[in-house]
């Protein structure tokens, strides 16, 4: 899993306080609708990595396959913000 490795990897090269916080953009069919509770995204992200989160409901994330861009639904993306 993704958040897993960056957990994992981000251990072994940043300095602890590098990362300042994190932005997170679900779409509005995950959460409570899809998997029967609340803040599941959240929670996830938290359980791998405790940074400040911040962020909101999307109606469809634009995203990369391959060498084209598409229109996804049912995602959730997230951005990390590091202190310079």
């Known amino acids: 899993m993704l958040l897993e490795r960056y957990s994992i990897h981000s251990a072994e090269v940043t300095q602890v306080?590098?990362?300042a916080g994190a932005?997170?953009?679900?779409?509005?069919?995950r959460g409570e609708g899809l998997y029967g509770m609340a803040n599941f995204d959240s929670n996830l992200f938290r359980r791998y990595l405790n940074l400040p989160l911040g962020g909101f409901f999307c109606n469809g994330e634009?995203?990369?396959?391959?060498?084209?861009?598409?229109?996804?639904?049912?995602?959730?993306?997230?951005g990390i913000c590091r202190q310079p």
């Open 62 to 78: 634009i995203g990369p396959v391959g060498d084209g861009t598409f229109l996804h639904g049912y995602t959730s993306v997230f």
């Open 23 to 29: 932005l997170m953009f679900s779409c509005l069919g």
């Open 17 to 19: 306080g590098d990362e």
